[in-house]
């Protein structure tokens, strides 16, 4: 069966990419970030993570809300953008945010795939092991690297301690870059980025649930804003 994966080109067309043999298939919490350009390199896509901080992940209940949020928090200066794929039209909505946005990393969930064109970052969590959290992080962050991931997503990092389980996952796997997520606000950013976070998912900290339902999108720019700041400012520190 053939693995199909999503790119957007730099031309602003949507081409559906299929591998004539399929990849050995991937573990069931792999989750893969599509980005905008073709231009863009796997390496340059992690580089431009990296150099931002901050990746803004917005889900809305229509493409029309979708595009007007992701605008509003582009223009507060978010550059890594990731809408997940439950979001209607989100194929259209990232279509038009790259015309408009040609040099920003653009991207959606996608489950179960991998090709080798895009960045994927597998989660290295799954909410429903409780009993044993930790040490099972610690094989999921081994598996992923060792089958090629070059950055993987702890998730969620709230629940195994926040920036000080970042802390301590750096210690033995120094070498991995990682992305916190989950439970993260503006004002701690920081803490994670100075903690060995490579950057933190910001969902509601950004696209906060009040403003979206008001359609206050003066709000989210000023999040956006805010929040794209405190990693900037983390980064240089």
């Not at 094989?139 to 993987?152: F, M, N, R, T």
């Not at 933190?200 to 649930?209: E, G, Q, T, W, Y």
Request: with cysteine.
């Amino acid at each position: 069966m053939a693995i199909t994966s999503l790119t957007l080109s730099s031309m602003c067309s949507c081409t559906w990419l299929q591998s004539s043999a399929p990849p050995p298939p991937p573990p069931p919490w792999l989750r893969i970030c599509c980005y905008s350009s073709s231009q863009h390199s796997v390496h340059k896509t992690l580089t431009h993570i990296h150099s931002s901080g901050v990746i803004a992940c917005l889900r809305a209940n229509s493409a029309e809300l979708a595009l007007k949020a992701a605008r509003a928090a582009l223009s507060g200066g978010i550059s890594v953008l990731e809408i997940v794929m439950s979001t209607p039209g989100v194929f259209e909505v990232l279509q038009q945010l790259v015309q408009e946005h040609p040099t920003t990393t653009l991207g959606d969930i996608m489950v179960d795939a991998q090709c080798g064109e895009v960045l994927y970052i597998p989660g290295v969590m799954t909410p429903t092991e409780k009993e044993n959290l930790k040490p099972d992080c610690d094989l999921q962050i081994l598996s992923a690297y060792d089958s090629g991931a070059k950055i993987v997503k702890v998730y969620p990092v709230s629940a195994l301690g926040g920036s000080r389980y970042i802390s301590a996952l750096k210690r033995p796997f120094h070498h991995i870059s990682m992305v916190a997520s989950q439970g993260i606000t503006v004002d701690s950013v920081r803490e994670y980025i100075t903690q060995g976070a490579s950057a933190v998912v910001l969902s509601d900290a950004i696209f906060d649930k009040e403003a979206i339902s008001q359609n206050n999108f003066n709000e989210i720019c000023r999040l956006a804003h805010s929040a794209a700041l405190q990693g900037n400012e983390a980064l240089d520190w």
